[in-house]
C-alpha cells in the first residue's frame, strides 16, 4: 500500500512535468515556426524564383505532416470559415492548373496551380499551429519577430553596406530592394511590422518584447523611408490605422507610434541632407554616411525609449488628464464623430486632387525623380494604367474563363502601348479575372473576403487580451489584401506568407469561438472529423509534394544545363536538359534549351525541329518564334525566317530587338 500509495503522485507529477514540458515545446515551435518560414524566403528575395518557392513549399507541407503524425490534426478545431477556406484555396488552384487546357501554356498555368498550393501549406500550418490560446499567442509574436528583422536585415544593408555583404550593392539604386528583391514589397512588409510592433510593444507575453518592440519602431519606420514606396505607406497607414482604431487601448498605441515617428525623424532628415546615401551612391560617401545615420537612429532609439517609459508612466500614474483621454478615446459617440469628420476630410481631399492625382496615374511616364523621397508626393502609376486596361482588354477577350493562368504575359506583349517589359498585371484581382476569366476572379473575391471576414469576427467576438492580438493580425490581412490590388505581392511568397499565416491563425481562432469547448473531444462526430481532416490533409500534402517536385526538378535540370553550356560542355547540358524534358514533357522551356543546344552545335535542323515543339506548347510566345527566326536564317531557310519574325512582331510589336535594335537575348 505504502509503495502504491507513494507511486500514485510520484506518477502524477512526472505526467504533469511532461505535459509542461511538452506544452513549453509547442509554443516555442509556434514562436519559430514563422520566424524560420519568413526569413527563409527572405533571405532567397522573397522565394519569387521557382526553385526557391517550391522548396518552401515543399518545407511547409513536410512540417504539416509533422504536425498531422504528432496528433495535431485528431486536437483541431474544426468549423465552417476552416472549410470554406481550404476549399477556395483548393479551388483556385485547381481552377488554374485546369486553365491549362486553354491557356496555350500548360507549364506556366501548372505552376500558378503550384503557387496556390505553396499557399495552402502555410495556411493549414498555420492553422494547425494555432490550436491553443499561447500558441496563437507565440505565433503572433513569431509573426512579429520576423517581418521584423527583415526590416532590420534590409536597413543594415543600406546603412553598413561593409558589413553585411550579403545586402544589396551599392549604387544599385536608390531604393532598397534587400532582402524581398523588391521595394515595394520591403515597404509593404515593413508597414505590416509597424501594426504588429505596436501590438506587441503592450501585449507581448514578454516584457523584454514589449521594450524591443517600441525600440525596434524607429529603426523599421527609417527602412520604410529607404524604400521610397508609396505601397509601403499605404500599408502602414491601412495597418497601423486598423490596429489602432479596432483596439480598446488605442490612445496608447497612438502614442507608441508617435513615439517611435519622433525617433525616426532625426534619422529620416540626416538622410535627406547626405545624398550619396539617399541615393545609394557607389561611392565611400555613402559608406561613412551609413555610419553616421546608424549613430543619429541609436539616439532616435534612446529617444523613442524614453517616451515609451513616459507612455508606461503615464499609465501606471492615471492621473485625472491621463484618464479622461483614455475615457474619451473609447466613447463610441466621439469615435463615430471622428470617423464621420474623416470620411467628409477624404471626399473633400480627393475632389480637391482627383483630378491632377488621375492625369499623373494616367501619364505613361515612368521615370524615377532625381530625388527619391519625393516619389512619396507623386501619383505616378509607374505604367499601372496600362497594366490594368491590358487586364480588362484580356477579360473581354475571354470573359468566363479567362486567357489561362500565368499567361498575363502574352497578352501584355501583344497589346501594351508602352515598352516596359512586365510579367504581372500588377493587381491580383485584376489578374485573376484577366487569366480566369469572371469565375476565377469571383473566387479570389470570395477567398480573401471570406478570410478577412472570418478575421474581423474573431476580432469582434473575442475578450481582451485576445481582441487585441486579433486586431493586429487582422489589420496585417486587411493591408496585404488592399496593396495586392495595386501590386504584383500576390507573387512574392514571402510577403503573401504573411498573409496566409496570419489568416491561418485567425481562422483557428474563430473556429475555436465557434465551437464549444465542452464538446471539443467528445462524440463520434467530432472525432470522425478530424480523422477526416488527417487523412485529407496527408492527400492533399502527397499531391502537393508531387505537384511541387516536377517544376522543382525540372527548374535545377535547366540551370545545370545552361551552367554547362556556358561552360562549353554541350553534351552535359544535352543530358540535363532531356532530363527535363522526361520529367515534364508538356513543358516549353526543355525544348527551348534543347534546341539552343543544337544551334551552338551548328545542327540547325535539329534546333529548328525543338524550338517548333516548344512552340508548340506555348505558341503565343514571341521570343520562341524569333529564336526559330534566327536558326532558320542560318540554316538557309530565309523565307521561314522572315515568316516567323513578323509572328513574333504580331505578338510583340513593341520589342526593340525585333525592329533592328540591339538583338533579342
Excluded at 512535468?17 to 516555442?28: D, F, M
Amino acid at each position: 500500500m505504502t509503495e502504491r500509495g507513494f507511486g500514485r503522485p510520484e506518477r502524477g507529477r512526472d505526467i504533469g512535468a511532461s505535459q509542461t514540458w511538452r506544452a513549453r515545446l509547442e509554443e516555442s515551435s509556434a514562436l519559430l515556426a514563422p520566424v524560420v518560414l519568413i526569413l527563409g524566403l527572405a533571405l532567397v528575395e522573397g522565394g519569387f524564383e521557382v526553385g526557391d518557392r517550391h522548396v518552401a513549399g515543399l518545407a511547409v507541407w513536410l512540417v504539416v505532416v509533422a504536425l498531422i503524425l504528432v496528433g495535431g490534426a485528431s486536437r483541431a478545431v474544426l468549423a465552417r470559415p476552416f472549410h470554406w477556406a481550404t476549399g477556395l484555396i483548393l479551388g483556385l488552384s485547381l481552377l488554374s492548373a485546369l486553365s491549362s487546357l486553354w491557356s496555350g501554356s500548360v507549364e506556366l498555368s501548372v505552376i500558378e496551380a503550384d503557387r496556390i498550393l505553396v499557399y495552402l501549406g502555410f495556411f493549414i500550418a498555420a492553422f494547425l499551429i494555432a490550436q491553443t490560446d499561447k500558441r496563437r499567442q507565440r505565433f503572433a509574436e513569431g509573426l512579429t519577430l520576423s517581418v521584423t528583422i527583415v526590416a532590420l536585415l534590409g536597413l543594415t544593408s543600406r546603412l553598413l553596406p561593409n558589413i553585411l555583404e550579403v545586402g544589396e550593392i551599392v549604387g544599385s539604386g536608390a531604393r532598397l530592394a534587400y532582402p524581398l528583391g523588391y521595394w515595394n514589397a520591403n515597404g509593404t512588409m515593413f508597414g505590416i511590422a509597424v501594426a504588429l510592433l505596436l501590438w506587441t510593444s503592450r501585449n507581448a507575453a514578454w516584457r523584454g518584447l514589449r521594450w524591443f518592440s517600441a525600440g525596434a519602431l524607429p529603426a523599421v519606420l527609417l527602412a520604410l523611408y529607404f524604400t521610397y514606396s508609396r505601397g509601403g505607406l499605404l500599408a502602414l497607414l491601412l495597418a497601423a490605422g486598423c490596429t489602432i482604431v479596432l483596439s480598446r487601448d488605442r490612445l496608447w498605441l497612438l502614442a507608441t507610434l508617435a513615439a517611435g515617428a519622433i525617433g525616426a525623424l532625426p534619422a529620416v532628415l540626416a538622410v535627406q541632407a547626405r545624398r550619396s546615401l539617399a541615393d545609394n551612391l557607389g561611392n565611400q560617401a555613402a559608406v561613412d554616411q551609413g555610419v553616421t545615420v546608424l549613430l543619429i537612429l541609436v539616439g532616435g532609439v534612446a529617444l523613442s525609449l524614453a517616451l515609451f517609459a513616459a507612455l508606461r508612466w503615464a499609465e501606471r500614474r492615471q492621473g485625472r488628464f491621463t484618464g479622461r483621454a483614455v475615457e474619451l478615446s473609447r466613447n463610441p459617440s466621439l469615435l463615430r464623430g471622428i470617423a464621420a469628420l474623416a470620411a467628409v476630410v477624404a471626399i473633400g481631399v480627393a475632389i480637391a486632387i482627383g483630378g491632377r492625382a488621375w492625369d499623373q496615374f494616367s501619364s505613361s511616364d515612368v521615370q524615377f525623380p532625381n530625388q527619391p523621397e519625393r516619389h512619396f508626393s507623386q501619383f505616378n502609376g509607374a505604367g499601372r494604367h496600362d497594366f490594368y486596361r491590358v487586364a480588362v482588354d484580356a477579360f473581354d477577350e475571354k470573359p468566363l474563363l479567362g486567357i489561362g493562368a500565368g499567361t498575363y504575359l502574352f497578352a501584355w506583349e501583344s497589346h501594351r502601348s508602352i515598352p516596359q517589359p512586365v510579367h504581372d498585371a500588377h493587381s491580383l484581382y485584376l489578374e485573376a479575372f484577366a487569366e480566369l476569366g469572371v469565375v476565377g476572379g469571383l473566387l479570389v473575391l470570395a477567398l480573401v473576403g471570406t478570410l478577412l471576414w472570418t478575421g474581423f469576427r474573431a476580432w469582434r467576438s473575442a475578450q481582451h487580451p485576445q481582441r487585441e492580438r486579433y486586431a493586429a493580425l487582422f489589420a496585417a490581412t486587411f493591408a496585404f489584401a488592399v496593396v495586392a490590388g495595386l501590386d504584383w505581392f500576390w507573387e512574392i511568397p514571402g510577403l503573401g506568407a504573411v498573409f496566409f499565416l496570419a489568416s491561418g491563425v485567425l481562422v483557428a481562432a474563430r473556429c475555436a469561438q465557434l465551437t464549444a469547448p465542452a464538446s471539443w473531444g467528445l462524440g463520434t462526430a467530432g472525432e470522425e472529423r478530424r480523422f477526416g481532416l488527417a487523412v485529407a490533409a496527408l492527400a492533399i500534402a502527397w499531391i502537393s509534394a508531387v505537384a511541387l517536385i516536377g517544376p522543382l526538378l525540372v527548374d535545377r535540370e535547366i540551370d545545370a544545363s545552361q551552367s554547362a553550356a556556358a561552360s562549353g560542355d554541350l553534351t552535359s547540358a544535352a543530358n540535363h536538359a532531356k532530363t527535363a524534358r522526361s520529367i515534364e514533357p508538356f513543358a516549353a522551356s526543355p525544348y527551348v534549351q534543347l534546341g539552343l543546344i543544337a544551334e551552338a552545335e551548328g545542327d540547325y535542323a535539329t534546333a529548328d525541329q525543338r524550338l517548333t515543339q516548344a512552340i508548340a506548347r506555348e505558341d503565343r510566345n514571341w521570343q520562341l518564334y524569333y529564336l526559330r527566326s534566327r536558326v532558320e536564317e542560318a540554316g538557309g531557310e530565309p523565307a521561314a525566317a522572315r515568316a516567323d519574325l513578323d509572328r513574333a512582331r504580331d505578338l510583340n510589336p513593341l520589342e526593340n530587338c525585333l525592329r533592328g535594335k540591339p538583338s533579342c537575348g
